[in-house]
């Protein structure tokens, strides 16, 4: 086993098949919420990153639409604008909370640090295609959205953690699938 807890392949069972992850060749499908999709070419889909410490996604967002406020708890990111435009940020850590927004064009570059709240929103007229690269090959991810109402977390602990009425947060737990 390496470090990430993956188990290496036997050696003698290797091929440069292990080292090609061709599933980011397409985009994926943009019709939901968000009108975005992420597709990750983590250590789970792409068996060649073990050990090496590094991963990889391809995001699809339509005009209008994003990949919502979340984090990557073990790793930075930096994306690369190889379509369209988008407008990107990161919020920093506490106390200051400073928020650092971008609007990117293709062939840009942004980077995101470790942990920090961040996103990616299509304001342009036109499809864009985000490249991301991440600093662990398992660089986890959770979605702020989801964490609170997407799940069965308790409605009166979400507005009690929150101060986000009751209202509101029946509201999102409907729209995003919570319960509770």
Excluded: W
């Excluded at 019709?31 to 597709?39: D, L, Y």
């Excluded at 994003?66 to 850590?93: D, K």
Aim: glycine share 12%; hydrophobic share 40%; aromatic share 8%.
């Amino acid at each position: 086993m390496t470090t990430t807890g993956y188990t290496c392949k036997n050696p003698t069972n290797v091929t440069a098949d292990d080292f090609v992850f061709t599933t980011l060749v397409r985009g994926g499908n943009t019709t939901n919420i968000n009108k975005a999709v992420a597709v990750p070419g983590f250590v789970q889909q792409f068996p060649g990153l073990n050990g090496l410490g590094l991963a990889v996604a391809r995001a699809d967002i339509e005009p209008g639409g994003a990949i919502p406020l979340h984090t990557h708890p073990a790793a930075s990111e930096m994306i690369y604008v190889a379509e369209g435009s988008v407008t990107a940020g990161f919020i920093s850590g506490a106390p200051s909370n400073v928020v650092y927004v971008k609007k990117l064009n293709k062939g840009e570059v942004m980077v995101f640090p470790r942990g920090l709240f961040h996103f990616q929103a299509n304001t342009g007229e036109e499809h864009a295609t985000v490249i991301a690269s991440f600093s662990n090959s398992d660089p986890g991810v959770q979605v702020v959205s989801s964490a609170l109402f997407g799940n069965d977390f308790s409605s009166f602990l979400v507005e009690k953690t929150t101060n986000i009425d009751e209202a509101e947060v029946k509201k999102l737990k409907a729209l995003l699938g919570g319960s509770g």
